[in-house]
């Protein structure tokens, strides 16, 4: 089972207050579900490919309204061969839509009322039943983070934008060029916070625990990547700094070296892989600083450039 799986079967199983269960099934509906109006009768089916869902959609139908839907599964034949539920409202239907405020919206395709998305709580919801009907994350084991709300139109979608951004969530939004729009996160903390806000605690704990682990995991290996460049860096410079004190050898002696320059040119060869600053601790009597083993070294690659270039 996928990690978006397990946050929405942890979805289905909360328990909400009843005036929040209006706003999480008026998202599942006003997303999921297909409105018809045949001789001034109000039909709306609801489709999704979810068991766990359906049983959600149907659950909270009787619950909150004391309507029996009908509810039917049907088998794709093309592609994964899912199974289909179809929750269907007949006679109540109307009803059932006004009282969760999304008649008109639905009929129209229009904005949901602000008595839904400027109130904390049922936006909450909201989202909650938005990313049930048609949202995905991806798993923060992977290589990029991303979660999304797919939505059919544009009133759909704004809803869902301004309530993301209600909640500071930062959210980015495109139209798909297969049709529809998508509201989407691309920040780790704000995933996680979106996880938090619909009520997808344990999701957002295991989501947490990877995340930390994995950033922890860069953090280590960005930090030995980068010592390893310093000790590149340090034992490329030693190899050079020992090329020209050979060839100053060989070509004048280090005898003709000032004593200081010497006593390093000596050292260099002694410790081939010591860095400056060890150098440094390593000179007889009182210790040089760093900047003065590199003025001294500075003085024999001098030298011998002099020496290459006559």
Do not use: W
Request: charged share 30%; aromatic share 6%.
């Amino acid at each position: 089972m996928s990690y978006a799986s397990d946050v929405k079967k942890e979805l289905t199983m909360l328990e909400v207050h009843p005036e929040h269960a209006k706003a999480e099934l008026a998202a599942l509906i006003r997303l999921n579900g297909d409105l018809k109006n045949i001789n001034n009768h109000i039909f709306v089916t609801i489709q999704t490919e979810n068991a766990a869902i359906a049983r959600r959609i149907y659950s909270l139908i009787k619950k909150l309204f004391d309507v029996r839907a009908e509810i039917s599964v049907r088998r794709r034949m093309k592609l994964n061969k899912n199974n289909v539920y179809f929750i269907r409202l007949n006679q109540e239907a109307k009803h059932v839509l006004m009282e969760l405020e999304i008649f008109e919206a639905m009929l129209h395709e229009i904005n949901v009322p602000d008595s839904i998305k400027k109130n904390e709580q049922k936006a909450r919801s909201y989202l909650r039943g938005a990313f049930l009907a048609r949202g995905s994350v991806n798993s923060p084991e992977t290589n990029s983070y991303h979660l999304e709300i797919h939505s059919g139109n544009e009133a759909i979608n704004q809803d869902n934008l301004e309530m993301m951004e209600m909640f500071e969530l930062n959210p980015k939004t495109h139209e798909r060029r297969n049709g529809g729009y998508m509201t989407y996160l691309k920040e780790a903390e704000k995933i996680a916070d979106f996880l938090g806000i619909i009520g997808a605690n344990n999701s957002l704990f295991h989501f947490e625990d990877i995340r930390i682990v994995r950033d922890m995991r860069n953090s280590v290996n960005r930090l030995v990547n980068c010592e390893q460049a310093n000790l590149n860096k340090t034992v490329d410079a030693a190899s050079k700094q020992i090329d020209a004190i050979l060839l100053v050898d060989n070509e004048v002696g280090l005898e003709t070296l000032p004593e200081k320059t010497q006593e390093i040119a000596k050292l260099r060869l002694e410790y081939p892989e010591a860095s400056l600053k060890e150098l440094g601790e390593l000179v007889p009597g009182e210790p040089i600083s760093k900047s003065a083993v590199n003025h001294r070294m500075r003085k024999i690659t001098k030298i011998a450039e002099e020496i290459g270039v006559s």
